[in-house]
C-alpha cells in the first residue's frame, strides 16, 4: 500500500510541474501565430456575354474562362405585380461544352420584357426575361453571368 501512495504523490507532483510549465510566458509573445484558416476564392465565371439574332433564334455567346470545362445555361424568368419584383423561376436550358448556345425553344423578338396584362384582380402583371450562364470546373462551378434574353412578347 505504501508503494501506490508514492506513485499517486510522484503522479500528483508531476502534474503540478507540468500546469506550472504552462503558465510560463514564452519569451516573444509574436512567437505564436493564430491557426491559418484555408484560403477561399472564387472559380472564374464567363465574361464578354452577349445575345444575336440567328436565324430567328437567340444565340448566346461568351467568352471562357481559363480551366472551364463545361458551361449550364439557364433562363430566367421573372414576375412583376404592378411594376414591383415578385419572384423568379430558373430553368436549365443545357449543360454545353462549347461557348455558345443557341435557344431554338424560344423565337427572337428583341425584346426581354413582358407585355403588362390586367389580370382579374385588377393588378397588372409582367416581368422580363434574362440568360445565365455558369462555368464548370473540375473543383466546382463559378458565380453565374447574365444578359438579358430578347424573348419577351413585347
Same mark, same amino acid.
Given at each position: ?10 503522479? *500528483? ?14 519569451? +516573444? ?31 448566346? +455567346? ?6 472551364? !470545362? @463545361? #458551361? ?21 436550358? *443545357?449543360?454545353? !461544352?462549347?461557348? @455558345? ?16 396584362? =390586367? ?10 426575361? =434574362? ?5 464548370? #470546373? ?10 438579358? *434574353? ?5
Amino acid at each position: 500500500m505504501r508503494r501506490f501512495s508514492t506513485l499517486r504523490g510522484a503522479a *500528483a507532483l508531476l502534474a503540478i510541474i507540468a500546469a506550472a510549465a504552462c503558465d510560463t510566458p514564452t519569451a +516573444s509573445p509574436a512567437a505564436r501565430t493564430p491557426a491559418q484558416t484555408p484560403a477561399r476564392f472564387t472559380l472564374s465565371a464567363p465574361t464578354g456575354l452577349s445575345v444575336t439574332n440567328s436565324g430567328g433564334y437567340p444565340l448566346v +455567346s461568351w467568352t471562357a474562362p481559363a480551366g472551364a !470545362t @463545361s #458551361y449550364k445555361v439557364s433562363l430566367i424568368n421573372y414576375n412583376t405585380v404592378n411594376g414591383a419584383y415578385q419572384r423568379r423561376f430558373i430553368g436549365t436550358l *443545357a449543360t454545353v !461544352t462549347s461557348t @455558345s448556345y443557341l435557344d431554338t425553344a424560344n423565337p427572337w423578338t428583341g425584346s426581354y420584357m413582358k407585355c403588362d396584362i =390586367e389580370g382579374p384582380d385588377g393588378n397588372i402583371y409582367g416581368g422580363w426575361y =434574362e440568360y445565365q450562364v455558369i462555368a464548370n #470546373y473540375p473543383t466546382g462551378s463559378s458565380l453565374d453571368a447574365r444578359i438579358y *434574353a430578347p424573348i419577351g412578347d413585347c
